[in-house]
């Protein structure tokens, strides 16, 4: 009796005379699960390093404007101009909610890894080179 079980994003493996058992099969999931979400955190990272990459050289390009010219700062879909001052601030703050997003998420693609670890060593344990859980990256 053989049998295809998937992890998601095609991680499959085939087992031969393999019992899997309803906690494994949750296991398994339950990786796929966090792979995929560990994806999305990816893309979000990435994202969120270019609004700071962004932002980073907004304030270096600003420093070369005069204290009294007004710059145009988008503030959700509207624009807001303000003086060198006060959007050099508010460039700031963004910065700062930038840096503690990344932070945010970066802890919980951590916290999650930590878990794809544990599973993946059990599944390994169970399974051993009849489940392949490795990224395709």
């Known amino acids: 009796m053989a049998a295809k079980v998937s992890s998601g994003n095609n991680k499959v493996f085939q ?28 893309m979000e990272l990435d994202m969120k390093k270019n609004d700071l990459k962004s932002v980073e050289e907004a304030l270096d390009e600003i420093e070369l404007f005069d ?27 963004v910065k700062e909610q930038t840096l503690k997003e990344i932070a945010a ?4 693609a951590n916290e999650i890894k930590a878990e794809m670890n544990e599973l993946k060593s059990h599944l390994y344990q169970r399974f051993g080179s009849n489940i392949s859980l490795e990224s395709e990256d």
């Open 105 to 108: 998420i970066e802890v919980k």
């Open 15 to 42: 087992a031969d005379d393999v019992h899997i058992s309803f906690e494994d099969q949750q296991k398994i999931n339950r990786f796929a699960k966090h792979n995929a979400r560990m994806d999305d955190l990816k």
């Open 67 to 93: 204290e009294d010219e007004e710059i145009p700062f988008l503030f959700g879909e509207v624009f807001l101009t303000h003086k060198l001052t006060k959007t050099q601030e508010l460039l700031a703050e």
